[in-house]
């Protein structure tokens, strides 16, 4: 019996890790994406290339898959919302399936 519920215990434990996990990394992708934005708008020191680099390098692969999707509105992107949506919205499908383990 113990061992059953040693097992239970441990895998409660991974589940409850990985859900803090998924929500931590989409909390902080969503923030990168959301300074991505702002320093896209603004004209940064020639010091912070290497933050808006990174910050390209990062977010622009995710935000290229919506500007191939969604229709041009002039000089408004709106793939940066979408991506922001369709992120949080997987993580809670993520969360949710995993809660059902638990």
């Known amino acids: 019996m113990g061992v059953a519920f040693a097992t ?3 895998l409660a434990d991974a589940v409850s890790t990985a859900q ?3 929500n931590v990394f989409v909390g902080v992708y969503v923030l990168l994406i959301f300074v991505y934005v702002i320093t896209s708008w603004i004209r940064l020191p020639y010091s912070l290339n290497w ?4 910050l390209y390098d ?4 995710y ?3 919506f500007r191939r999707l969604l ?4 000089p408004i992107d709106i793939s ?9 919205g ?9 809660g059902t383990l638990h």
């Not at 933050?51 to 990174?54: A, D, K």
């Not at 990062?58 to 692969?61: S, T």
């Not at 997987?90 to 995993?98: D, H, K, N, P, Y």
């Open 8 to 10: 239970i215990g441990l």
């Open 20 to 22: 803090n996990f998924v």
């Open 51 to 54: 933050l808006q680099r990174f």
């Open 58 to 61: 990062v977010c622009e692969p």
């Open 63 to 65: 935000l290229r898959l």
């Open 71 to 74: 229709p041009g509105l002039g």
């Open 80 to 88: 940066p919302i979408a991506g922001v949506l369709v992120l949080v």
């Open 90 to 98: 997987v993580e809670q499908l993520v969360i949710r399936v995993l």
